[in-house]
């Protein structure tokens, strides 16, 4: 059974206009934390699509009208088909909107070009990807393998293959005399690149005390220690300074409200508190905040979540 109706692709992308920009985002997050990963795809085709259109604060003109319903609708249709043809190894089409419905749409349209068009969602498909790997941390590594994968197949082809990607720490040189064989090839001191390692460092802990501030920072390091080193060790290097702190895709802002949905799905008061303090600090305005935790109440209503101490105990701000 889908859960994405097209009637709740137009609500989740009008009805809250403080994420007009960032609704497939957030939306991305509680799927992926939900583990409705066939659903992504969904979303990955409405945005393709809605986002290149101005964005209207006259939610019931646009949810309502016959071609934006009929939009949503295609956009299900296609993200379905997209998948099957993936796996018979065939090239994805690009996905557009169909010229029967470009004047009777009931929005502007932001783009002339085509070159426009195909930036746009180029920028809007490395986004979702973005927002599945950083997830990790946060959802766990089989569920991003399975949605990075979902999204990979419902991806059309030109922009599959333009995605940007992290400067490797470790670089592997063939036939290095020193090095010794790993599963990517032979490793040596020589591979380690030391000024990507040091650069990716400061960068993460600027993002953790951007998140944390007032001695929180320390505090909360102090307590991840305490609990065990290693822990400590992992989500600096790794989450905070390989993942999180990567702003050549997605914004600090944005990132802390992808990891706000998913915290909050996952009924975890005391880090949920913290984001969410995190997120001001990071530019993200209470209203935005606001919305995204209604936007991720509602997808959870939609799918019949529930909490511990029922869904008013989730913390605020």
Request: charged content about 20%; aromatic content about 8%; hydrophobic content about 40%.
């Amino acid at each position: 059974m889908v859960l994405l109706t097209p009637e709740r692709l137009l609500n989740l992308a009008y009805h809250y206009p403080d994420l007009h920009n960032t609704w497939y985002l957030i939306a991305t997050a509680s799927l992926l934390e939900l583990n409705l990963i066939d659903e992504i795809p969904i979303i990955l085709h409405f945005a393709l699509r809605q986002q290149l259109f101005e964005f209207s604060k006259d939610e019931e003109s646009v949810v309502r009208n016959e071609i934006m319903i009929k939009l949503a609708s295609d956009s299900i249709k296609s993200s379905e088909r997209c998948v099957r043809m993936y796996s018979t190894g065939v090239k994805i089409p690009d996905v557009l909107i169909p010229l029967a419905y470009h004047r009777k749409i009931p929005l502007n349209y932001k783009y002339n070009r085509g070159e426009d068009i195909i930036r746009k969602q180029q920028f809007i498909v490395n986004q979702i990807n973005e927002v599945v790997l950083n997830l990790v941390s946060m959802c766990g590594l089989p569920k991003v393998i399975n949605g990075l994968t979902a999204i990979k197949a419902a991806t059309p082809t030109r922009l599959s293959n333009h995605a940007l990607k992290r400067i490797n720490e470790v670089n592997i040189i063939p036939n290095d005399p020193n090095g010794v064989e790993t599963i990517d090839g032979p490793i040596s001191a020589s591979s380690i690149d030391t000024k990507v390692i040091k650069s990716n460092l400061i960068r993460g802990s600027n993002f953790w005390n951007s998140i944390y501030t007032k001695g929180v920072n320390i505090k909360i390091k102090k307590q991840m220690i305490n609990a065990s080193p290693d822990l400590w060790y992992y989500v600096y290097n790794h989450i905070y300074s390989y993942l999180l702190s990567y702003n050549t895709i997605l914004t600090a802002k944005k990132t802390s409200l992808v990891l706000i949905a998913c915290l909050i799905i996952q009924d975890v008061t005391p880090q949920l508190k913290g984001h969410l303090k995190g997120a001001l600090n990071n530019g993200a305005s209470e209203a935005e905040i606001a919305a995204t935790k209604k936007m991720v109440l509602e997808i959870c209503e939609w799918n019949g979540h529930s909490w511990k101490n029922q869904v008013n105990s989730v913390a605020k701000l």
